[in-house]
């Protein structure tokens, strides 16, 4: 149980790669936190709701940041490229008074263009005190950051908010990917989607797809990047470098 147990080193990031579906171009990655404990990977689903309740997400968010920067820094220094790194950010982390703050600081300390920094925010921690989670999306925007929302269509998302948040992405939640076949009713989900990110100037990705049907019918619908099992799993740090060069 985090709380007593969890500490910094026994936390790792892997990264699941991101790829553009226009060109086939690798062009970042999702950071996904892991527990090492003992012999075995505990899944964020299992600890990252509880240190959510107890406030450990501020520190392991913390870390997740500091290690996403050395990564951007560490592809930039072996390939001479920038990747974006997307980093899940939850509600209580998005929402503490430090966080703006906090970001500042690492853009300043690592100096990584600020462009290749992503933040994921999910519906809920928007909607929670909307005028402020607005202003806050409009500080960060204007640092340079991408913004984007993450498993978009299961919160209760308003459409007329949409309109006022600053973001870049939209990220379609896996479990209208999971069983997309063409014509199907998550397809017509999928398809308005892409279509209400498009009529407003914000890029689509789809995630959890898993076969090249899925991905040859999301090319077809207009979706603009993927990421899942298909293209590949989350990477352990030391594959992620690898990967890279494996698509020059
Ligand atoms: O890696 P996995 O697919 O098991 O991730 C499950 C969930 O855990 C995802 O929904 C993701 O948003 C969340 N998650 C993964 N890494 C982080 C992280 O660094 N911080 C937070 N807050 N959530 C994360
Ligand atoms: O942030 P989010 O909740 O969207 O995290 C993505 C989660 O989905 C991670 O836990 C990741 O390991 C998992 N994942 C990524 N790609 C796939 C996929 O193609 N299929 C399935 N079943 N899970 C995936
Ligand atoms: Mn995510
Ligand atoms: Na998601």
């Given amino acids: 149980?985090?709380?007593?147990?969890?500490?910094?080193?026994?936390?790792?990031?892997?990264?699941?790669?991101?790829?553009?579906?226009?060109?086939?171009?690798?062009?970042?990655?999702?950071?996904?936190v892991r527990w090492r404990r003992g012999g075995k990977l505990v899944p964020p689903a299992e600890f990252i709701p509880i240190a959510e309740e107890s406030g450990l997400v501020i520190a392991i968010g913390d870390w997740v940041l500091e290690r996403a920067c050395a990564q951007i820094l560490e592809l930039r220094a072996q390939t001479g490229k920038d990747f974006v790194i997307a980093v899940n950010i939850s509600p209580r982390q998005f929402l503490h008074p430090d966080f703006l703050r906090k970001i500042e600081r690492l853009l300043k300390e690592t100096q990584i263009d600020p462009c290749t920094l992503e933040l994921e925010i999910t519906e809920g921690a928007v909607m929670e005190q909307t005028e402020n989670a607005i202003a806050l999306l409009h500080k960060l925007r204007a640092l340079g950051l991408k913004l984007s929302i993450d498993d978009f269509g299961t919160g209760y998302s308003s459409l007329s908010y949409l309109k006022r948040f600053p973001i870049d992405k939209l990220k379609i939640d896996q479990s209208f990917v999971r069983q997309l076949?063409?014509?199907?009713?998550?397809?017509?989900?999928?398809?308005?989607?892409?279509?209400?990110?498009?009529?407003?100037?914000?890029?689509?990705?789809?995630?959890g797809v898993e076969t090249i049907d899925q991905r040859e019918w999301l090319k077809r619908l207009s979706c603009d990047e993927i990421q899942?099992?298909?293209?590949?799993?989350?990477?352990?740090?030391?594959?992620?470098?690898p990967f890279v060069l494996s698509q020059f």
Avoid at 2 to 18: A, I, K, S, T, V
Avoid at 228 to 241: A, D, K
């Fill in 228 to 241: 899942g099992y298909y293209y590949s799993r989350p990477l352990p740090c030391e594959n992620v470098l």
């Fill in 1 to 32: 149980m985090p709380g007593n147990g969890l500490q910094r080193d026994e936390l790792e990031l892997h990264f699941q790669p991101q790829q553009r579906l226009r060109d086939a171009e690798l062009i970042g990655f999702e950071a996904l």
């Fill in 181 to 207: 076949k063409p014509h199907s009713q998550d397809s017509a989900i999928v398809e308005a989607v892409i279509g209400l990110g498009h009529t407003l100037g914000i890029n689509v990705i789809a995630e």
